[in-house]
């Protein structure tokens, strides 16, 4: 198997070669992928509004931010600086802890999720044997937080938001673990990069949405959910509920839930394309193309080659997948409380049961196809 | 002592300290939300001590049925039960104070026995470690398989037994073959209609 | 059995419908995408207004009478005539004359009665202020020359949709002179008053 560029051991050499022991060498580097990851997210919120509010406004023709920076690419920087410099207000008769502790808690999470997701071979913070699994715990802690925020803001909007939320939240999971579990079940690990690497091989043919196209379409349907996108934003359906679990919040406290919800979506985005879409396999294998023209694949400069286009890959995936969200937030109109429910348990999760029995049945009857 | 060893204790110390901190919170907090955010606390920083102990996939089970299912459906029923009630002060009320200090203070001593007199040795046997997920699913379909085929008969009997709480008696509007009571219509007299016959139409 | 397949079936099909459905209003979002903005970028390019416009009230304090009929005519009783009785003369001499906007509805009922034409409509619309008391417009400011969009160097004017030739949706890049669909109204007009005497004929 291709090993893939291996950064960490080339810092750690480099370091030990200048004198360093490699213990220390091995503690330098630690912080350095989380510091990136880190900024990275951060960067994605800024690309993600940016590309939201002009996809927004080409659906509707508008022309969307355009004096802030170069075609208005500075607009989220401007509402980030608005959003910290603004006053931060705890209302009189709200409870101050739980208040301030709730935006806290639904933002943790879903940073600490990126701990999974591969940008190639080996750029991953950690590989973690459970992966995916960890994803679907961690993002099962953000409901306590959305529950905390509701009842601390002391507003029946606030409470029922923030129950909304929980409820929408907790319903969508099992068939989104469940639709995990049939690609986990073919590739015979929790792990991302097992996952990407079982797709690997036949380019765009390999890839796990072929194999399974029920699953693709519940899991991104319930990332939606969770993520409280457009067809499902009911927690904070404004015509009923006021802004829901953010009715009281303002400046930065708001803006961590703003800063949450994009980067939960930039997240599904990026777990959706590393399950069904590949990962940072291009649609053409480069390992392939590479042993066509008869390039070995230790080469220094294909290494290279094979990692930028890898991360350049599984981003192009992942906000292709933001642009169809972004879409579907201008195409389809907000859905009742029962609709949902009713969907979550009486559709979504049947469906994944079945997608699941046949997966594991397939696995049997063809080993070679689905991951024997 | 090496950086990861000073990290885990590190590590050890907060998450004990987090773990018993929230549990005396739990118990002894009047604020019942207050409680339950804290026991969620709790459960997060034992998947933490999970972690320390090398098991990875028990912390993450641990975060996703405990934190993310059992605290946040007692926070379902804190927060959706709203049933207000005055507070009566129960006569002996001390009674049941002792007993409940006694049962504590025993259990305390059991626990401290058994703690003092196990055998902490610790194993050889290298930690499965990444392998948890495979060694724990064998034993779930082999030698555990009595134990874990009755806890999912109990989360059954619980499933059913929620849907027969929670579920209404259907109550038809009206019998089928019974004509519709009149009790339910709005006492006005039935109006004639006007005839359509031509020539009566007012204003010819 | 069959009738639980039926079932199965029809809830299918019915899915895949709506999924179809999704497909349709997904292809109509994409195709908007393609099309150009068709907003007026406000600050920089101004629509200009209809010449029945109502915007803010222009008045003559030379021509006015002060008889007060806009007063009795104004929903709301809104202009203030200040006047007193000159005996000498015997006319009434205005003294001040005020219409708030920050109340006026706009109708134009004073204008469409005023006998002497002193109220008029004109087509400026920016009155946003920093308190609503500066919206209390006195004779002189409400005698001030009106902003005309054509007039003003910084703003691009654009034509309104109707005011656009035919088969045109965009405003910009026109020809300075193209004229605009169907008549105008003088067009009307004179079509009206040369078919009228034929018209008198017959009819006689």
């Known amino acids: ?119 190639g071979q080996n750029l991953v913070i950690t590989d973690l044997g459970v992966g995916i699994f960890l994803w679907i715990a961690l993002s099962s802690i953000a409901p306590i937080g959305l529950l905390m925020s509701g009842y601390s803001s002391n507003n029946k909007y606030s409470l029922l938001g923030g129950l909304r939320a929980a409820a929408q939240s907790i319903s969508y999971e099992i068939p989104m673990a469940l639709a995990v579990l049939a690609v986990v079940l073919m590739s015979n690990s929790l792990s991302t990069i097992d996952i990407v690497n079982q797709q690997s091989g036949y380019g765009i043919l390999g890839w796990n949405i072929w194999r399974q196209p029920a699953g693709f379409l519940i899991f991104w349907i319930a990332a939606l959910a969770e993520c409280e996108r457009l067809p499902f934003d009911l927690p904070e359906a404004e015509e009923e509920l006021v802004a829901g679990y953010q009715t009281e919040y303002t400046g930065m406290k708001f803006g961590l839930f703003y800063v949450g919800s994009y980067v939960n979506l930039v997240l599904s985005a990026l777990i959706v394309s590393i399950l069904y879409l590949g990962g940072w396999e291009s649609p053409i294998s480069v390992s392939w193309l590479a042993s066509l023209i008869g390039v070995s694949e230790t080469t220094p400069w294909l290494q290279v080659i094979t990692a930028s286009l890898g991360i350049m890959m599984t981003l192009f995936k992942a906000y292709a997948l933001v642009f169809i969200a972004v879409l579907l937030r201008w195409t389809m109109p907000r859905i009742r409380i029962d609709q949902l429910l009713d969907f979550g348990w009486k559709f979504l999760l049947p469906v994944a049961l079945v997608n699941l029995l046949l997966t594991a049945a397939l696995k049997l009857a063809f080993p070679v196809a689905f991951g024997g | 002592m090496t950086l990861a060893e000073g990290v885990q204790l590190v590590a050890f110390g907060i998450l004990t300290a987090m773990t018993l901190g929230g549990a005396l919170g739990v118990v002894l907090l009047d604020n019942i939300v207050y409680s339950a955010f804290l026991l969620g606390g709790v459960f997060t920083s034992m998947a933490g001590l999970y972690i320390l102990l090398n098991a990875g996939f028990v912390a993450a089970a641990q975060v996703l049925v405990y934190v993310g299912a059992v605290n946040v459906l007692i926070l379902f029923g804190i927060m959706l039960v709203n049933k207000e009630q005055e507070f009566t002060p129960i006569k002996q009320a001390w009674v049941g104070k002792v007993a409940t200090g006694g049962v504590c203070v025993g259990l305390f001593a059991l626990l401290t026995a058994s703690v003092l007199n196990t055998p902490w040795a610790i194993s050889a046997e290298v930690p499965t470690g990444e392998m948890a997920t495979v060694v724990i699913g064998i034993h779930f379909f082999t030698d555990y398989l009595l134990p874990f085929e009755l806890a999912s008969v109990l989360l059954l009997i619980a499933l059913i037994g929620a849907i027969v709480l929670a579920r209404r008696e259907f109550i038809p509007d009206v019998a089928p073959g ?18 359509s016959v031509p020539g009566s139409e007012p204003g010819r | 059995m069959l009738g639980f397949l039926k079932q199965v079936g029809d809830y299918a099909k019915e899915s895949l419908q709506a999924a179809k459905y999704i497909g349709q209003g997904l292809s109509v979002t994409f195709d908007h995408m393609s099309r150009r903005p068709i907003t007026v970028q406000y600050p920089y390019e101004k629509l200009i207004p209809s010449e029945r416009f109502r915007g803010r009230i222009h008045f003559e304090f030379d021509k006015c009478i002060s008889c007060e009929v806009c007063v009795r005519v104004c929903p709301i009783n809104l202009p203030v005539v200040d006047w007193d009785f000159d005996k000498t003369t015997k006319k009434k001499n205005l003294k001040h004359y005020s219409i708030d906007f920050g109340v006026c509805i706009f109708c134009g009922n004073c204008v469409e009665y005023c006998p002497t034409n002193c109220l008029s409509m004109t087509e400026e619309y920016e009155l946003a202020s920093y308190d609503r008391h500066e919206l209390n417009y006195d004779n002189v400011a409400l005698g001030r020359l009106p902003y005309k969009v054509t007039q003003d160097p910084m703003v691009t004017p654009l034509r309104e949709l109707a005011y656009l030739p035919k088969g045109v949706m965009d405003p910009h890049d026109l020809p300075p002179n193209a004229r605009r669909a169907g008549q105008m109204p003088q067009e009307i007009l004179e079509a009206a008053q040369k078919a009228a005497p034929k018209e008198t004929k017959t009819e006689s």
Do not use: C
């Open chain 1, 1 to 119: 198997m291709n090993q893939g560029i291996d950064l960490q051991g080339s810092f750690v050499n480099a370091l030990v070669d200048l004198g360093i022991s490699p213990g220390a060498a091995s503690a330098l580097w630690l912080p350095l992928p989380m510091v990136v990851i880190l900024i990275g997210a951060t960067v994605s919120i800024f690309v993600t509004v940016w590309l939201e509010r002009k996809i927004s406004a080409a659906a509707q023709q508008r022309i969307g931010p355009e004096f802030a920076g170069p075609l208005g690419t500075l607009q989220a920087a401007a509402d980030g600086i608005k959003l910290i410099f603004k006053e931060d207000i705890t209302p009189a008769k709200a409870d101050p802890i739980l208040f301030t502790l709730g935006p806290a808690i639904v933002v943790i999470p879903v940073f600490l999720s990126y701990l999974i997701v591969p940008f």
């Open chain 2, 178 to 195: 019974e004509p519709a009571s009149e009790a339910l219509q709005l006492p006005e007299r039935p109006r004639e209609l006007v005839s």
